[in-house]
C-alpha cells in the first residue's frame, strides 16, 4: 500500500517538473491529470486500506546505517488526511481551470505554467508529508510547501501580491527552526528520524521536541503570534486561498503535530497546557478579527485562523489524554477541509461572477445564483458547527473531549467555556453575513453577474455533499 | 402496530414528503400538496403512534450503534416523550391540513423549500423528543432551529432576515448551554446516553450547574422572560403555519428540556431549582401578557401570549418540582398536570389563534390590526374559530384554557399549603400573578377580537375580505373543536395527561375524575365539572336572549340609521375603539413594566455599541502586527544592514587594518 | 664581530633603511633606496648561512640579490619613470612621526618575540623581532601611503620582512621552496605594476583614495 | 598517474594562450578549442585521480611533492567539475563580451590563458604536500586571478583588482608567518625530523609543536588564509572582486578558490587539533564563522547588486562551514564538507545566472533588472531554483547541510547560536526571495529583448541544477564514500580517544562490538570503528 502513496507523491512531482517545459495550453491538462491520477491512487489506497483490516504500516524507503531517514506511514490518520488532501487538491485543479480564465472579472488571467507547476508540486508535497514516516521528512516537505505557497500567493506578481508571499514564506520559516531543533533533538536523542521513536525520549528531550513541532506548527498553522501571513496571503488567487489556506498547507501545522502527540505516548502535561492556552487565546483574537473584515476572503482567513485553533484546543487535550479530543481533531481537520475549500471556492464564484469580494456589496445571492447561495448557507454554516453540517460533529467531540479532560486539569474548564463562547459568537457573525448577503434583493454586482462555469458548480456541488458527508466518513473511519 | 414502527414511519413521511416537495420545486401545486399530505399522514401516524403510549404510560426503548462509539442512537418513547409527539402531532396535522391552501400565497417564492422546511421542522420536533442519548438530541435540536431558522426568513426581507437572526442566534446560544451542561453530565456519567445521566449522582453544586445551564439554554429556546427577546420578532416573520407550529408546538420542547434536565436527568434534586422556574413562569406570564395588551401586530400580540401561557405552564412545572424535590407526590404530580395540561392546551389554541391570523392577513396582506375591523361578517367562520380560541386563551370556561389554569391555581394552593418558606411565600405570589394574567388576557383578547373582526372595516382591505378556503377552515374547525372537546372531555383527558405527569414525577397515579368533575387529588379541596359548567353557561345565555327577545319593543325597530352628527345611531369607523385606545389606560397603568422592556431593548443598544467599540478596536489592532512587528523588525533588519555597510567603505587601506585587527585580536585569544 | 651580532646588527639597519624607502619623497628615489634594503638583506642572509652553516641560505641570498636587487629596482624604476602624478598628495607621516611609529613596532615586536619559544632562534631574538618589525612596517606603509606606488613598496618591504623571518626560522627549508616565494614576489610586484599603470591610465590617478567607488 | 598529467595540462595551455597573444592573437575558435580541451581534460584527470584516491588511498607524487587523500580529492574534484562548468559557459558567455566589443581578440585570448593559470594554480593548492609550497599556490592563485578580475579594463574592474592584490598578498602573507612557525617548530625539534615542510611528515609529528607556538601559527593561518577563504573581517576584497569579474570567473572563485583556501585552513586545523587538542582552533573557527555569517547576512539584506548579492552569500556560506567545522565532532565534519560541495555547486549556478542577467539586461542593479522568466524563461526557472535551493529550501542540496550543520552543533550543546544561525539564515533567505521577486517575477521592461542566453550557457547551469536536486535528494555513494574518507581524515586527529566519536545514540555495546583500530592506513584511514560511525551520520543528509 506504501506503493500507492509513493506512487501518488512521485505523479505529483513529476507532474510539475513536466509542466514548464510543455507549452503553456497543455499545463493545464497535465495538472488534472497528474492530479486525477494521484487521487486515483490515493483512492484506491484508501479504500484498499478501508476494506483491509486497516494495518497500520510503516515502510522505510530510505535510510542510512540503521538510521531512519524517509519512510512512508500508512496508517488510518495519514490515509484519512491523504485522501482529504489530494481529493481536494483534484478538485482545485478541476476548479482552476475554469478559474483562471479571461472570464474571470476579478483578476481576468490565463492560467500560466507557473500556477500549475506550483501547485501540482503542492499536493506532492502535501501528500508526501502527510504519509511521512520520520520528521525529517515533514521538515522537508514543509519547507516544500512553504515554497510552493510563495509561489502561489506572488502569482498575481502585483507588489502587495509578492509582499505578503514573502511574509508568508519568512514567517513560516522562521517559525520552521522549532522544527530543525527538533528534528535534531530526535536524532541525537534516539538515533532515528522516526517520528515512532518519540515514545522514547526521555522527558526533557520530549518537551523540548514537542515545543519545537508545536511553534513550527503555529507558524504553519497562522497561530498567535505568527498569524500575520495568512491574511495577507489572501492576495493568492481563490483556489490556491482555498487550497492551501484553508484545507492543506495550514493544516500541515496541526498535521504535524498530531503525528507528534500521536507517536509521543505520555505527554508532560506542560505541553498540552501552553498549547490549549496559546489556541484559545488565538481563537479569541481570531473572533474578534472578525468584526472589522468587508473582504470575504479575509473574513475566512481569520476563520482558518480560529478552526485551526480549535484543532490545536484538540491536540492540546489530547495530550493531556483525551483520545476523544484527538479523534476530535483530526475529524475536524478532515471536515473543516472541505467546509473551508467551500466557502473559498464560494468566495472565488462570487468574485469570478460579479468582480468583487467585498461582502457589503455582495446581496441577494440567492436570488441570482440559487447554487452560491445554498453553498454560501452550507459552508457557514457547517464552519460554525451547526448539526447536520459536519462542523458539528468534530466540534462537539472536542468539547467533549474538554471536559473530559477537566477533571485533572482545572485550568482547562475556563478554556473551553471560552472556546464555546467563542463558537457562538463566530456562528452570530456568520449569520449575519448570511442574512445579509445569501437573501433578499440581489445587488447591482450580483444582479449582473457572469454565469458560473459548470467545472466550478460542479466543484461546489461535491463541496456541499463533502460537507454534510465527510463527518460520517470521518467517524466511520476513525470509530 | 408497535408504536415505534408507527413513529418511524411518521418519520419518514416527513422526510419523504420534505424532500418530494423540495425535488418537485419548480411545479408548485405539487409541491404543496405533496408536502402537506404528506404532513398529515405523518401526523396521523405519530399520533397512532403516541396515544397507545400515552394512555398506557410508558412506552418502548430502540437502541442503535451510532457513527462514533459514545453516540448510541437511542429512542425513548416514554409517557412524556408520547405527549409530545401527540402535541407536535396533532398541530402537525392541522397545520398540514391548513398549508394546503394558505402555502398558495407564497407561490413564486419557493414553495417546495417551504414544504421541505416545515416537514424537516416537524421531523426534527419529534426526534428531539423520543432521543434518548446527549449527542442526538443536540443535534435534532439545532436541526429544529436551523429548519425553522429558514422559515422564520423565508420573506427574506430585512425584518425576517434580522428576526430570523436574533432567533437563531439566541437559540444557538442556548444549545450550547445546554451542551455544556450535558458534557459536565457525560464527563461523570462515562457516556452520553440519558440512561446513564439518570444513574450518575452529581455533587448539589455540580447539578445545580448542570440545572443552571440547561434552565438557561431550554428558557431561551421556550421563550421565558428574559429570555423571550427573541420571540416576538420570530414567530410573526414566519408564515403562519409556521408561526403556529413555533408557538404552539417548538417553545414547548423548551419546557419539555427543562422537565428533562430537571426531572428526569437531575432527579428532581434541589427545590430551590423549582421555585426558579416558578418565579421565571410567574414573571413571564404576567409581562407577558402586558406586553401583548400594548401591540398592535396581530401576530406579535399573539407571539407575547406565547411568552404568557409559556410562563403559566413553568408555573406549573416548578411547583412540580418543588413536589418532587420536596417529596410531596400530589403536589408533584398535580403541578406537572397543570404544566402538562396547558401545554397542550396552548399548543391547541395557540395555534388555532395564529391559523386564524394566518387566515385574516392572508386577507388583509397587512399584520396591523389598526387597519382591520369589520372581518365577522365577511369571514364568518374565520371569525368564530378566533373566537373560540380567544374564548380558550382568556380561560373562559367551559373551554379547556380554563381547565389548565384551574390545575394551575390547584397546584399553587396546595404547594402553598406545604413546603418551605420559600414555597409558601412564592407560591400564593404567583397565583395572584396568575389571576392578574387571566384577566388580562381576557382584557387583550377583547381588544384583539373586538378589533379585528367586530365594528366597521377600517380599509379598503378589510371591507373587501373574503372568506378563506375550505383547507384552512377545516384545519381551524379541528382546533376549535379540539378546544371545545379538551375542555369539556376534562374528566376524561385530565386522568390520562395525569398519568403522564405521574411518571414524570416518579409517582403514583392521582385520582383526578369522578364521573364528570375533575379534582386535583381529592374531592376535599376543590371540584370542578366542565360538563356542568357548559350546561350552566348555556343557560345563562339563552336567559338574556329570552328576557331581550320578550321585552323586544319598538324603540330599537325605529332607530335612525343617520350618522351620529345627525342624531342617527349609524356606526363610524372612527367610533369603535382602535387597538391602541384599547391598551393606552394600561400603557399608563403598567408604565414601569414597559419601561423594562425598554431597559431590555436598552440592553441590546449596549450590546450594539459594545458590539462597534471591538470593531474599532479590532480595526486599529489589526495594522498593528504589521506596523508593531513585522514592519519594525523588517525595517530594523535592513536599517542594521545598512549601518554595517559602512563597514564596506571602500578604502582598501582600512581593509588592511581589519585584518590586523583581527590578528591582533586572535593572538591575544591564542596567548591569553 | 660574532656571527649573530653581526646579524642583528644587519637587521637593525633594515629598520632604518626600510624607513627611508617609505618616507622617500620620490618613488624613484625609493626604488633605489629599496635597491639599497634589499642589499642589506642579502648581507643578512649571508651572514647568517655562514653563522648556521646552512648551505641552503646561499643559494637564497642569491636568488634573493637577482630578484629584489636587481629585478625589482629595475622594473620600479622603470614603471615610475612613466607615472607621474603631481597630483597625488604624498601622504605619509612625516619624518619624525615615522620614526616614532618605527620604534613602537620594533618595541611591539620585540615584546612578541620575547614569549616565543624556539631553541633554534633563542639568540636570533633580536633579528626576529626586527623582521616582524619590518613586516609590519611595511603594512604600515601600505597603510598610511595614499600614492598606490608606495603601497608596492610597502608590499616589498612586507616581503622582504616575511623573508628574513623565513630565513631565521627556516634556514634548512628546501630551496625550491625559497624561489617559489622569490616568483611570487617577483610576479606580484609586476602584477601590481601592471594593473597600477592601467588605473593610472584609465582613471588619471595614483591616489588610493580614489579608489574607493566600490562600498557597500 | 593521473596526478602527474593533471597539473601540467593547464600550466601548458594557460603558457600556450598567454604566449601565442602576446605576440599575435590566436583566433577565438583556436582559443576556445585549447581552453575546451584543457578543461575536459582537467574534468577528466581530476575525476581519474579522485577514482584513484577513492579506490586505493592516498595518492602520493613527485617525491613527496604531491599528495592526494581524500580531503584534497574532495576538491580536487569540486575544481575539476565546476572548471569544467564554468569553462564551458565560459564560452558562451565570452562570444556574448567579444560580440558586443566589451572584448578583443587578444583580451579573449588573455582571459582563457588566466583561466587556465588559476585553475593550475588551484589545482597546485590542493595538491601540494609541502606547506609552504601550499602557501605559494595560495599566492599565485591572487596572481593569476587578478588579472581576470581586471579584464574589462573599466574603472571599477581595475580597482577590484588593485583592492584584490593588496588585501589578498597582505592577507595571505600572514598565512607565511604561520606556516613557518609551524615548520620551524617541527624542524627545530630534537629529534630531528626529515622533511618537516612535508604536510605528511607534519602530521606524524604534530605532538613535537609547541602549544602555544601551534596556537599563534594557527591564529596567523586562520588570518591568512582566511583572507582569501573570505571570512569576516578579512573578506573585504570579495564583493569587490567577484562583482568585477567576468561571471564565470566569479563563479570560479566563489565556488572553489574560496573553498581552496579553506581547504588549507582545515588542513592545520587538523593538525594544531592533534597539538593542542581542538577546543582552541574550533572556538576562533566558531567565532570567525558566526561573525561572517551575521555580517554577511545583514549585507546580504541590503544589497542591490545582484553578483555583490551573491558574494556576501559566499562570505555567509564560508561562515556556515567554518561554524560547522567550528561544531566539529562527526557530523560536524560531514556537515562542513559536505556544505562546501554543496555551496560551490548553488554558488556556480547563480554566478552563472548573473552572467545571463548580464548577457541579457547590460546590468546587475536589481532594481533595473525586472521580469527575468518572461524575457529568458529558462535561465529565470534555473536562478529561481538556484536562490531558492542557496536560501536553503529543499529539496535542494544546501538544505540537507544546513540542516545537518545545526543537528551538530544542537549535539554540541550551541543550541541556542544554531537558532541565531537559523535566523540569520532566513534573511539570507529574505534576501533571496526579495530577489527573486524582484527581479526575476513581474513585468519586463520594454528595452529587453525576449529570448533566452543560447544552450551553450543553459546547459552548465541545468547541470549543476540536477546536481543540486542529486545531491539534495541523496547524495550518491561515491560522492557520500568520499565526504566520508575526508571526514575521517579530519577527525582522526581530533581526539586519540576512539569512544570520543561516539555518537550520543550509540551505546557502548556497538563499540564493544567495532574491530580494534587498525593501523592500515597510517595518515588517514580511520578505523573500522569511526568508519560506521560516520556512515550513521551521513544518513542524514540522504534523506
Redesign the interface.
Known amino acids: 500500500m506504501d506503493k500507492l502513496a509513493l506512487a501518488a507523491i512521485l505523479v505529483s512531482f513529476i507532474g510539475a517538473g513536466v509542466i514548464?517545459l510543455l507549452p503553456q495550453k497543455a499545463a493545464k491538462w497535465v495538472c488534472q491529470a497528474g492530479a486525477a491520477i494521484a487521487f486515483l491512487f490515493v483512492l484506491i489506497l484508501t479504500v484498499r486500506f478501508g476494506t483491509g483490516g486497516t494495518h497500520a504500516t510503516t515502510t522505510t524507503l530510505?535510510?542510512?546505517?540503521?538510521?531512519q531517514?524517509?519512510g512512508l506511514t500508512v496508517d488510518s490518520l495519514s490515509v484519512l488526511i491523504g485522501f482529504a488532501v489530494v481529493f481536494i487538491g483534484f478538485l482545485i485543479t478541476v476548479y482552476s481551470g475554469a478559474y483562471l480564465n479571461a472570464g474571470n472579472r476579478e483578476h481576468p488571467d490565463s492560467g500560466r505554467r507557473?500556477y500549475y507547476a506550483f501547485l501540482l508540486a503542492f499536493i506532492g508535497a502535501m501528500a508526501g508529508l502527510v504519509f511521512s514516516s520520520?520528521i525529517?521528512?515533514q521538515?522537508?516537505?514543509f519547507?516544500?510547501t512553504?515554497?510552493c505557497s510563495?509561489g502561489l500567493i506572488?502569482y498575481y506578481?502585483k507588489p502587495r501580491a509578492?509582499?505578503s508571499?514573502?511574509?508568508a514564506?519568512?514567517v513560516t520559516?522562521?517559525a520552521s527552526?522549532g522544527l530543525?531543533?527538533a528534528?535534531?533533538?530526535l536524532?541525537?536523542?534516539?538515533?532515528?528520524?522516526a517520528l515512532a521513536g518519540m515514545a522514547g525520549l526521555g522527558d526533557t528531550a520530549k518537551v523540548i521536541v514537542l515545543f519545537g513541532i508545536l511553534i513550527a506548527a503555529w507558524g504553519k498553522s497562522a497561530q498567535l503570534?505568527f498569524?500575520?501571513w495568512l491574511?495577507d496571503a489572501m492576495e493568492a488567487p481563490t483556489p490556491i486561498s482555498a487550497y492551501l489556506h484553508a484545507a492543506s498547507m495550514v493544516k500541515v501545522g496541526v498535521y504535524i503535530f498530531a503525528r507528534a502527540i500521536a507517536s509521543s505516548g505520555e505527554v508532560p502535561p506542560v505541553v498540552g497546557i501552553v498549547g490549549a492556552t496559546m489556541a484559545v487565546v488565538t481563537l479569541i483574537y481570531g473572533f474578534?478579527?472578525?468584526?472589522?473584515q468587508k473582504d470575504l476572503k479575509r473574513l475566512l482567513a481569520y476563520s482558518t485562523i480560529t478552526q485551526l485553533s480549535y484543532i490545536f484546543l484538540a491536540l492540546s487535550l489530547a495530550s493531556l489524554g483525551s483520545e476523544?479530543a484527538f479523534?476530535g481533531a483530526i475529524a475536524h481537520i478532515f471536515n473543516h477541509a472541505f467546509a473551508k475549500t467551500l466557502f473559498f471556492l464560494v468566495a472565488g464564484a462570487l468574485s469570478y461572477t460579479c468582480g468583487t469580494r467585498m461582502l457589503p456589496s455582495l446581496r441577494g445571492i440567492?436570488k441570482r445564483m440559487p447554487l452560491v447561495g445554498i453553498a454560501f448557507c452550507v459552508a457557514a454554516?457547517a464552519i460554525t458547527g451547526?448539526?447536520?453540517f459536519n462542523g458539528?460533529?468534530s466540534k462537539?467531540?472536542i468539547?467533549?473531549g474538554?471536559?473530559?479532560v477537566?477533571?485533572q486539569h482545572l485550568l482547562i474548564l475556563p478554556l473551553i467555556?471560552l472556546a464555546?463562547?467563542e463558537?457562538?459568537g463566530s456562528?452570530?457573525w456568520f449569520?449575519?453575513w448570511v442574512?445579509?448577503s445569501v437573501?433578499?434583493p440581489s445587488s447591482t454586482e450580483v444582479a449582473t453577474a457572469a454565469p458560473l462555469p459548470v467545472a466550478m458548480q460542479v466543484v461546489l456541488v461535491t463541496l456541499v455533499i463533502m460537507s454534510v458527508c465527510s463527518?460520517?466518513i470521518a467517524?466511520?473511519w476513525l470509530? | 402496530m408497535a408504536p415505534l414502527l408507527l413513529l418511524t414511519l411518521s418519520l419518514l413521511a416527513y422526510a419523504g414528503g420534505g424532500t418530494a416537495s423540495l425535488l418537485l420545486g419548480r411545479n408548485e401545486r405539487a409541491a404543496i400538496a405533496t408536502a402537506g399530505l404528506s404532513g398529515a399522514a405523518a401526523a396521523v401516524l405519530g399520533l397512532a403512534a403516541s396515544l397507545p403510549v400515552v394512555i398506557a404510560g410508558a412506552g418502548p426503548v430502540f437502541d442503535a450503534a451510532g457513527p462514533y462509539p459514545f453516540a448510541r442512537f437511542v429512542l425513548r418513547f416514554d409517557a412524556l416523550a408520547a405527549f409530545m409527539v401527540l402535541v407536535i402531532s396533532l398541530i402537525s396535522l392541522v397545520t398540514s391540513i391548513y398549508s394546503l391552501a394558505y402555502v398558495r400565497e407564497y407561490s413564486g417564492r419557493g414553495v417546495g423549500a417551504m414544504g421541505f422546511f416545515m416537514n424537516l421542522f416537524i421531523a426534527s420536533m419529534m426526534l428531539v423528543v423520543v432521543v434518548d442519548n446527549a449527542f442526538w438530541f443536540l443535534i435534532f435540536f439545532e436541526m429544529m432551529t436551523l429548519a425553522s431558522y429558514f422559515l422564520v426568513i423565508f420573506d427574506r426581507d430585512e425584518k425576517s432576515v434580522s428576526a430570523g437572526f436574533l432567533y437563531f442566534l439566541v437559540a444557538h446560544a442556548g444549545s450550547v448551554a445546554i451542551m455544556a451542561a450535558f458534557f459536565i453530565l457525560a464527563a461523570h456519567a462515562g457516556s452520553f446516553d440519558f440512561e446513564a445521566f439518570r444513574h450518575t449522582s452529581l455533587s448539589p453544586g455540580a447539578a445545580s450547574v448542570v440545572f443552571l445551564l440547561g434552565f438557561l439554554g431550554f428558557g431561551a429556546k421556550a421563550g421565558m422572560i428574559p429570555l423571550h427577546i427573541w420571540l416576538p420578532s420570530a414567530h410573526p416573520a414566519a408564515p403562519s403555519h409556521a408561526s403556529a407550529l413555533m408557538s404552539g408546538v417548538m417553545i414547548k420542547i423548551g419546557v419539555f428540556g427543562i422537565i428533562k434536565v430537571g426531572v428526569d436527568l437531575l432527579g428532581g434534586g434541589i427545590a430551590w431549582w423549582g421555585l426558579l422556574v416558578l418565579a421565571c413562569g410567574a414573571v413571564s406570564s404576567v409581562l407577558g401578557v402586558i406586553y401583548a395588551l400594548a401591540e398592535h401586530d396581530i401576530k406579535k400580540l399573539l407571539a407575547y401570549h406565547s411568552v404568557e401561557n409559556i410562563g403559566i405552564i413553568l408555573m406549573g412545572v416548578g411547583v412540580g418540582m418543588v413536589g418532587v424535590a420536596t417529596e410531596q407526590p400530589a403536589v408533584a404530580v398535580l403541578g406537572f398536570l397543570a404544566g402538562l395540561y396547558h401545554l397542550l392546551n396552548h399548543a391547541v389554541f395557540k395555534g388555532l389563534l395564529f391559523l386564524g391570523a394566518g387566515a385574516v392577513i392572508s386577507r388583509m396582506h397587512t399584520k396591523d390590526m389598526e387597519e382591520m375591523g369589520g372581518l365577522a361578517r365577511r369571514m364568518p367562520w374565520t371569525a368564530a374559530a378566533f373566537l373560540t380560541g380567544a374564548l380558550a386563551i382568556s380561560a373562559i370556561p367551559p373551554l379547556n384554557g380554563f381547565v389548565s389554569e384551574w390545575f394551575a391555581y390547584q397546584a399553587l394552593f396546595s404547594a402553598a399549603l406545604g413546603g418551605s418558606f420559600g414555597v409558601k411565600l412564592l407560591a400564593p405570589v404567583a397565583a395572584v400573578a396568575l389571576a392578574l394574567t387571566g384577566a388580562l388576557a381576557v382584557m387583550c383578547f377583547v381588544k384583539a377580537y373586538g378589533v379585528t373582526f367586530t365594528g366597521q372595516p377600517r380599509s379598503a382591505h378589510a371591507a373587501h375580505a373574503t372568506e378563506v378556503p375550505k383547507e384552512m377552515l377545516a384545519g381551524m374547525g379541528v382546533l376549535a373543536g379540539l378546544c371545545v372537546l379538551l375542555g369539556l372531555g376534562a374528566p376524561v383527558v385530565a386522568p390520562v395527561i395525569g398519568r403522564v405527569a405521574a411518571a414524570v414525577a416518579g409517582q403514583g397515579q392521582l385520582a383526578l375524575a369522578h364521573g364528570t368533575l375533575v379534582a386535583p387529588g381529592s374531592l376535599d379541596q376543590a371540584a370542578l365539572s366542565t360538563p356542568l359548567v357548559a350546561v350552566l353557561l348555556l343557560g345563562l345565555l339563552t336567559l338574556p336572549l329570552a328576557i331581550v327577545g320578550y321585552f323586544k319593543g319598538r324603540r330599537s325597530a325605529g332607530r335612525r340609521t343617520e350618522g351620529a352628527w345627525h342624531c342617527g345611531y349609524a356606526e363610524d369607523p372612527h367610533m369603535a375603539a382602535t387597538a391602541g385606545s384599547f391598551a393606552a389606560s394600561m400603557k399608563v397603568n403598567f408604565r414601569p413594566l414597559y419601561r423594562v422592556r425598554t431597559v431590555l431593548n436598552h440592553g441590546s443598544e449596549a450590546l450594539d455599541a459594545g458590539l462597534r467599540w471591538t470593531t474599532a478596536m479590532a480595526t486599529r489592532v489589526e495594522p498593528t502586527w504589521d506596523a508593531g512587528i513585522v514592519a519594525p523588525v523588517t525595517r530594523g533588519v535592513q536599517a542594521v544592514g545598512q549601518q554595517v555597510q559602512r563597514i564596506q567603505q571602500g578604502d582598501f587601506r582600512v581593509y588592511c587594518l581589519y585584518i590586523v585587527a583581527a590578528l591582533v585580536v586572535l593572538l591575544f585569544a591564542a596567548v591569553r | 664581530m660574532h656571527g649573530i651580532q653581526l646579524v642583528n646588527a644587519l637587521a637593525g639597519l633594515l629598520v632604518i633603511t626600510s624607513l627611508l624607502v617609505i618616507e622617500a619623497k620620490k618613488p624613484a628615489t625609493s626604488a633605489i633606496l629599496y635597491a639599497l634594503q634589499s642589499s642589506v638583506l642579502v648581507l643578512v642572509f649571508l651572514a647568517l648561512a655562514a653563522t648556521t652553516r646552512a648551505h641552503e641560505l646561499y643559494v637564497w641570498s642569491g636568488t634573493a640579490f637577482v630578484t629584489k636587487v636587481v629585478l625589482v629596482p629595475v622594473i620600479m624604476y622603470r614603471a615610475l619613470g612613466s607615472l607621474h602624478d603631481p597630483a597625488t598628495p604624498e601622504g605619509g607621516l612625516g619624518a619624525t612621526r615615522a620614526l616614532l611609529l618605527a620604534a613602537a613596532v620594533v618595541v611591539l615586536s620585540f615584546l612578541a618575540v620575547s614569549s616565543v619559544q624556539l631553541p633554534a632562534i633563542a639568540e636570533l631574538k633580536p633579528a626576529l623581532a626586527i623582521s616582524l618589525a619590518h613586516f609590519f612596517l611595511g603594512l604600515t606603509c601600505i597603510v598610511t601611503q595614499r600614492n598606490i606606488l608606495k603601497q608596492i613598496f610597502g608590499y616589498c618591504l612586507m616581503e622582504n620582512g616575511s623573508h628574513l623571518t623565513l630565513a631565521l626560522m627556516a634556514p634548512k627549508a628546501p630551496e625550491i621552496v625559497e624561489i617559489g616565494i622569490a616568483t611570487d614576489a617577483i610576479f606580484a610586484v609586476i602584477i601590481m605594476v601592471v594593473i597600477g599603470t592601467r588605473i593610472f591610465r584609465t582613471l588619471g590617478t595614483l591616489d588610493s583614495r580614489q579608489l574607493t567607488e566600490l562600498k557597500g | 598517474m593521473a596526478l602527474l598529467t593533471l597539473l601540467p595540462v593547464p600550466l601548458i595551455a594557460a603558457l600556450v594562450q598567454l604566449t601565442a597573444c602576446h605576440f599575435r592573437p590566436l583566433s577565438r575558435r583556436t582559443v576556445e578549442a585549447v581552453h575546451l580541451a584543457s578543461i575536459a581534460l582537467v574534468l577528466v584527470l581530476s575525476l581519474l585521480t579522485v577514482r584513484g584516491v577513492a579506490v586505493h588511498g592516498p595518492v602520493t607524487a613527485l617525491g613527496h611533492w604531491l599528495h592526494v587523500d581524500a580531503l584534497g580529492a574532495v576538491f580536487l574534484a569540486l575544481i575539476g567539475v565546476v572548471g569544467f562548468l564554468t569553462g564551458l559557459y565560459s564560452i558562451a558567455y565570452m562570444r556574448h563580451d567579444l560580440a558586443h566589443g566589451e572584448v578583443d581578440d587578444r583580451k579573449l585570448g588573455v582571459y582563457y590563458g588566466f583561466f587556465s593559470l588559476f585553475l593550475f594554480t588551484m589545482l597546485l593548492v590542493v595538491t601540494a604536500n609541502n606547506i609552504i609550497m601550499m602557501w605559494v599556490a595560495v599566492e599565485a592563485t591572487t596572481l593569476g586571478s587578478a588579472f581576470l578580475v581586471a579584464l574589462y579594463g573599466k574603472r571599477s574592474s581595475l580597482e577590484a583588482a588593485w583592492k584584490y592584490l593588496v588585501i589578498c598578498t597582505v592577507g595571505v602573507a600572514f598565512g607565511l608567518y604561520g606556516t613557518v612557525l609551524v615548520y620551524a617548530n617541527v624542524a627545530a625539534a630534537p629529534v630531528g625530523i626529515e622533511g618537516a615542510a612535508f604536510w605528511t611528515v607534519l602530521l606524524q609529528h604534530a605532538d613535537v609543536l609547541d602549544p602555544t607556538l601551534a596556537k599563534i601559527a594557527f591564529v596567523f593561518v586562520l588570518v591568512g588564509f582566511g583572507t582569501k577563504a573570505g571570512l569576516f573581517p578579512m573578506h573585504a576584497w570579495l564583493p569587490d572582486a567577484h562583482s568585477e569579474a567576468p561571471s564565470p570567473t566569479s563563479a570560479l572563485l566563489s565556488a572553489v578558490l574560496l573553498n581552496c583556501a579553506l581547504f588549507i585552513v582545515i588542513r592545520f586545523d587538523i593538525l594544531v587539533s592533534k597539538a593542542v587538542g581542538p577546543a582552541f582552533p574550533h572556538m576562533l573557527l566558531l567565532g570567525l564563522g558566526v561573525l561572517s555569517l551575521a555580517v554577511a547576512a545583514l549585507f546580504v539584506v541590503v544589497q542591490r547588486d545582484l553578483k555583490r548579492l551573491l558574494a556576501y552569500s559566499s562570505v555567509e556560506n564560508m561562515g556556515l562551514i567554518a561554524i560547522a567545522l567550528g561544531i566539529g565532532g562527526p557530523l560536524g565534519v560531514m556537515a562542513a564538507l559536505l556544505h562546501t560541495v554543496n555551496h560551490s555547486l548553488a554558488k556556480a549556478l547563480l554566478f552563472c545566472g548573473s552572467g545571463n542577467i548580464l548577457m541579457k539586461y547590460g546590468t546587475r542593479d536589481l532594481d533595473t533588472v525586472k521580469g527575468v522568466l518572461r524575457v529568458a524563461p529558462v535561465s529565470g526557472v534555473l536562478l529561481m531554483a538556484g536562490a531558492l535551493a542557496l536560501g536553503g529550501m529543499p529539496p535542494f542540496n544546501v538544505f540537507v547541510s544546513e540542516f545537518l550543520t545545526v543537528t551538530a552543533g544542537i549535539d554540541a550543546g550551541y543550541g541556542w547560536l544554531m537558532i541565531v544561525c537559523l535566523v540569520l539564515l532566513t534573511v539570507v533567505l529574505a534576501a533571496f526571495v526579495r530577489m527573486i521577486a524582484g527581479s526575476i517575477l513581474g513585468a519586463s521592461p520594454p528595452t529587453v529583448a525576449k529570448g533566452d542566453v543560447g544552450p551553450l550557457a543553459l546547459a552548465p547551469m541545468a547541470v549543476l541544477l540536477v546536481m543540486m536536486l542529486i545531491m539534495g535528494v541523496r547524495v550518491p555513494a561515491p560522492v557520500a564514500g568520499l565526504l566520508r574518507e575526508a571526514s575521517a581524515i579530519v577527525l582522526a586527529t581530533e581526539g586519540s580517544d576512539a569512544l570520543a566519536l561516539r555518537m550520543p545514540w550509540q551505546n557502548a555495546t556497538t563499540v564493544t562490538l567495532a574491530e580494534p583500530v587498525d593501523a592500515g592506513r597510517p595518515t588517514c584511514s580511520p578505523n573500522a570503528l569511526r568508519r560506521t560511525e560516520i556512515e550513521d551520520h551521513a544518513c542524514s543528509n540522504r534523506y
Open positions: 514548464p530510505l535510510s542510512v546505517g540503521d538510521i531517514v524517509f507557473r520520520t525529517i521528512g521538515l522537508v516537505f519547507e516544500i512553504g515554497a510563495w506572488g506578481e509578492l509582499r508571499a514573502m511574509k514564506l519568512l520559516h522562521l527552526i530543525y531543533v528534528a535534531a533533538y536524532l541525537l536523542g534516539t538515533g532515528s528520524f503570534p498569524h500575520v491574511p474578534v478579527m472578525y468584526l472589522p476523544l479523534k440567492m454554516l451547526v448539526p447536520p458539528f460533529f462537539f467531540v468539547f467533549a474538554g471536559f473530559e477537566s477533571g467555556v464555546m463562547i463558537s457562538i456562528f452570530a449569520l449575519r442574512g445579509f437573501p433578499g463527518s460520517f467517524a466511520s470509530g
